[in-house]
């Protein structure tokens, strides 16, 4: 992690005249370094998803025109790749007037698939939580009380083999009832989803193979600004999904015998999906559209509780009605689930991460709201032979021929 002044100096660097370094090296699954395969890179990228099997995807083209890598899983050279191994890539950055590199780790994960095509081999890995997505062998069971995190931590590691992780102490976070999973019909990543979820967070791995967990909606991380001392390499494209709207949710917390605990949240009136500019107007008065979702919840004893639920449920899914979709210089150390601005002409708004791609090759763009897949080297046509001798090549030619006849 980054002081507040490095990560001032790597903004101030993203954004003016510097050098970018990519770093790509093989380890084993528990993430020991085998071998720097750094100078073999061709291209490829880093593909976020949240909506995916696995947030994270890496596409990388490495050059072997020696055929020093193998693919055998019992070859015990460093060099070898098969899917008992991980790739991680660091993204480095140093300005043009200083002297120091900040590397930023963007990928960890194991390997999926690989093809070698003549000289170039292409690779494909996910992200670490593909590891956990085996179905458990024993079943799993926490004890009513038991802080919820610490089950995270327990479940990752005795049934996924996790040992990095980088999760915060919520000591009030437990476990209001037995919590067990059924061997051979869930899976280790199943239940920590399940647990996080519980705790209004969300669970993912960081660029650095790091298992996190953090508040679905954080504090704003970045601005992408227009001009020139901005990032933006394109035009906002910006559009609203209406198909499923919500604007106001009702939350029905615990019941008591007085009455209900109810909390409401409503979109402000100059939202595009406010109920008012989706209402109707009748005799001079807007008759206002209240798209409204009903969440119930036992958990939630107090009316501020529920009313700040039923703010955050609103909050969600008016983000994600609106999709916005750009090109950006890189911004490697932003992550999925980052709160991030956009701050284009008359245009500002707050949105979370879900979709994004970082490129390897220097002077690619970086995608946010859209995935595109980016060339790595164009391909060449392979030479035509020529003859040595022609009149050979017309007597063998004759030969064939006679052969035939």
Known sequence: MYTKAEREALDTALMTSHSVKVVVRVTDLVGNPQRDVSHMLLGGQVDVDTAGEVSRTLQVTLFDPTGTVSFDSEDPSEAAMYMNRMIEVEYGVKANSGNRWLFMPIFAGPIVSLSRNSDTIEITCFGKEHLARGVLWTNFKAKKGANKVDVIKRLMREHAGETKFDLPELPNARLGDDF???????????????????????????????????????????????????????????????????????????????????????????????????????????????????????????????????????????????????????????????????????YGSQFTLRQFSIPLTIGDTMTLGYNRRLMTIKKKKMPKRKPKDKQNNKNKRKEDQMAWQ
């Not at 953090?214 to 600004?225: C, E």
């Not at 109920?275 to 209240?290: C, D, S």
């Open 180 to 346: 067990s999973m059924v061997a051979l019909k869930q899976t280790p990543w199943q239940g920590a989803q399940h647990l996080a979820r519980s705790m209004d967070r969300v669970l993912y791995y960081g660029g650095d193979g790091r298992l996190r967990l953090k508040p679905a909606r954080g504090n704003n991380v970045f601005t992408f600004r227009g001009g020139d001392a901005g990032t933006l390499m394109s035009t906002p494209n910006i559009s609203f999904n209406a198909q499923e709207a919500k604007n106001a949710v009702i939350v029905k917390g615990k019941k008591t015998k007085e009455k209900a605990v109810v909390g409401r949240a409503v979109a402000q009136r100059t939202h595009p999906l406010s109920p008012w500019r989706l209402g109707r107007k009748v005799n001079g008065e807007i008759v206002p559209l209240y798209l409204t979702e009903v969440v119930e919840n036992d958990s939630i004893t107090s009316k501020n509780a529920a009313d700040v639920k039923a703010h955050n449920i609103l909050a969600d899914y008016l983000e994600q009605q609106v999709e916005i979709a750009f090109d950006s210089l890189p911004v490697p150390y932003l992550e999925e689930y980052d709160r991030v601005k956009l701050d284009f002409e008359s």
